[in-house]
C-alpha cells in the first residue's frame, strides 16, 4: 500500500527528483516521473513565457505529475554603494581572466512573492504539485493554488519554517538538511542554525502533523529506507541526478563531480548572496572575510555569473558555481529511468517500512 502522501502526489514510488535551477530539464523530469517518482523542473531563472513554455513541453513528455519550483525570497532592496564595492572587491578576479566586471548589478528575476502573473500562469497550466523554496508566498497566493488543486511543498530547514509551512496549509514539508546541494531552502540566511538531516528530521518528525519528505545527502536506495524508517514518506535527491545524460549539466560540471574534488563542498553565500552548498572553488578559499560587504541576493549573483564565465572561457573552473552535495562523490552515471529503478530495488531490498 502506498503512503499517504504518494496518493496525495500520484506517484507510486517515494522518489522526489529535485528541482534544480540550471540543471534540470524537462528530459530528467519526464524521464522521473515516467519511471515512477515525481520528476521536478526548477522554474527560478526563468520569466512567465520561458516558464509556461518549460511546463507545456513537460507535458507533452509526460502523462504522469510533476512538480514545478519557485523561489520565494524577499525581494532584494538595491543599495548602488555596496554593489559598486562588491564589484571593486572581484574587479582582480576578473582582470586574472583580461575582464572587466560589469558596470552594474543587475536584479535578477523576480522572486514568487508578489508575481501575479507567474501565479496567473501556474493557475492556468495546473501542473501537479508546486514547491516553494527560501519562503512562502501571501496566503491569497496559497489558496489560490490549493484552490486550483494543486499541491503544494514547502521546504524547511529548521523547526519554525516547518511549522510556518504548517500553519499556511500546505500539503508537506520539504525537511533540507545542511548536507544538501544548492541553495538552502532557510527563510532568512541569518537565522540559519544549520541542522544536519539526522536531526532535523528528527525534530519535524516528533513536531509536525504534515508528511515529510527528506532531502540532503540521499544517493542511495538504502537511505530512501533509511529516512523512511525514520519517518520520512519520501526522499527528494538532487545531486543524485546531476550526472544523469537528461540534466542540464556541462560537460565541466560533470567532470568536476566525478573528480577528487567532488569530497569537498561547503555552504557559501558569496557566489550568490544567499547560502548554498557546492564544490569548494576560489570563492569559499579567497572570499570568506569578505561575507558582511555581500549585497542582496540575487543581485550578487550576476557578477558571479559574469567572473564564472569569463573564467571559464578560459577553460578555468576554479569560481564555478557547481552546486553539489555532502554525498557528491556517490553519484552515478546513469539514464534517469535507470537510476531510479535502481533506487527503488536498493530501496525495497532495504527497507523494513512496510508498503
Ligand atoms: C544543482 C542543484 C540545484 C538546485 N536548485 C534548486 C532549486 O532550484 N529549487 C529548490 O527548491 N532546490 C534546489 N536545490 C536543492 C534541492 O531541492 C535539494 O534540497 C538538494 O538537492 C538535496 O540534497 P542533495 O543534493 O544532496 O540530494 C538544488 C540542488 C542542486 C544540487
New binding site residues.
Partial sequence: MPNALLTKLGIQLPIVQ???????TVALAAAVSNAGGLG?L????YNVDQAREQIQQLKQATSKPFNV?V?CHQPAIADAAREQEWLNILQPYFSEFSSQPPKQLSAGNPSFIGNKAMLEMLLEERPAVV????GLPSTEFIQALKHAGITLLG?ATNLPEAQAIEAAGLHAI?A??Y???????VFDPAEDIKLGLFSLLQLLQKKCSLPIIA?????HGQAIAQVMNMGASAA???????LCPESA?SSAYRDQLKSARAYKTDVTALISGRP???LVNRFHTELADKQRLLPAYPTTYSASKALIAAASQQDCYDFAA???????PLARELPAAELVALLATEWKHESVYSF
Fill in positions: 529535485a528541482p534544480m535551477a540550471g540543471t534540470s521536478s526548477g522554474l527560478a531563472n519550483n523561489f514547491s516553494f523554496h527560501f521546504c520539504i533540507q538538511g548536507e544538501a546541494g544548492g541553495h538552502r531552502g532531502a540532503g545527502g540521499i544517493m527528494q535527491m538532487g545531486t543524485a541526478f546531476i549539466a548554498a552548498r557546492g557547481f552546486w553539489a552535495g555532502q554525498s557528491a
